[in-house]
T-cell receptor, first 116, second 114 residues
Framework: GAVVSQHPSRVICKSGTSVKIECRSLDFQATTMFWYRQFPKKSLMLMATSNEGSKATYEQGVEKDKFLINHASLTLSTLTVTSAHPEDSSFYIC????????????FGPGTRLTVT | AQSVTQLGSHVSVSEGALVLLRCNYSSSVPPYLFWYVQYPNQGLQLLLKYTSAATLVKGINGFEAEFKKSETSFHLTKPSAHMSDAAEYFCAVSGAGQGGKLIFGQGTELSVKP
């Protein structure tokens, strides 16, 4: 089955530093990847849509200069949280859409970010 | 525009009892509907999906859902709950021309009592 990995699974960083999260589709090609943020006991909030070879499309209210997204290949998208603040602490989940399966997204296991 | 409403943020059932998790949607285009399950500190796993084929959809782990256009509903059911079903469940909607974007409901936490 389609597998999406995220790295790291858990990261702690200091305020003001930047942290990069990787999302990889392991056994399929993904022209589109999505980045979500999930607060405790809350639903997933779509942050941005990442398309291979083009700029990401951000949802309203998401700072594109704060959350840098790069989709350099058909199997890798990265989310960089720049100048992290404690309020950026959250569970970040990516998903990837198989080029051959229009309707379905495969989700990564998530990355727990804690900013101290 | 699309939206999803899950009625009941928390549902508790006894082991062996019927599970019913409610989902209503709003969509300006023919919807694609999904149910996902999330275990603590993990990503989402697809339970089942409706993409304009059969209105009664069977998924993994004994779950099924019925698409009812007249009621704009896509409720998730399982005849007999198991302890391992305890998790967070999310209903989501997408549609043709939406670029694959999923809109999620608020989630329903399912507890299963022994």
């Amino acid at each position: 089955g389609a597998v999406v990995s995220q790295h790291p699974s858990r990261v702690i960083c200091k305020s003001g530093t930047s942290v990069k999260i990787e999302c990889r589709s392991l056994d399929f090609q993904a022209t589109t990847m999505f980045w979500y943020r999930q607060f405790p006991k809350k639903s997933l909030m779509l942050m941005a849509t990442s398309n291979e070879g083009s700029k990401a499309t951000y949802e309203q209210g998401v700072e594109k200069d704060k959350f840098l997204i790069n989709h350099a290949s058909l199997t890798l998208s990265t989310l960089t949280v720049t100048s992290a603040h404690p309020e950026d602490s959250s569970f970040y989940i990516c998903s990837a859409r198989d080029v051959l399966a229009e309707y379905e997204q495969y989700f990564g296991p998530g990355t727990r970010l804690t900013v101290t | 525009a699309q939206s999803v409403t899950q009625l009941g943020s928390h549902v508790s059932v006894s082991e062996g009892a019927l599970v019913l998790l409610r989902c209503n949607y709003s969509s300006s285009v023919p919807p694609y509907l999904f149910w996902y399950v999330q275990y603590p500190n993990q990503g989402l796993q697809l339970l089942l999906k409706y993409t304009s084929a059969a209105t009664l959809v069977k998924g993994i782990n004994g779950f099924e859902a019925e698409f009812k256009k007249s009621e704009t509903s896509f409720h998730l059911t399982k005849p007999s709950a198991h302890m391992s079903d305890a998790a967070e469940y999310f209903c989501a909607v997408s549609g043709a021309g939406q670029g694959g974007k999923l809109i999620f409901g608020q989630g329903t936490e399912l507890s299963v009592k022994p």
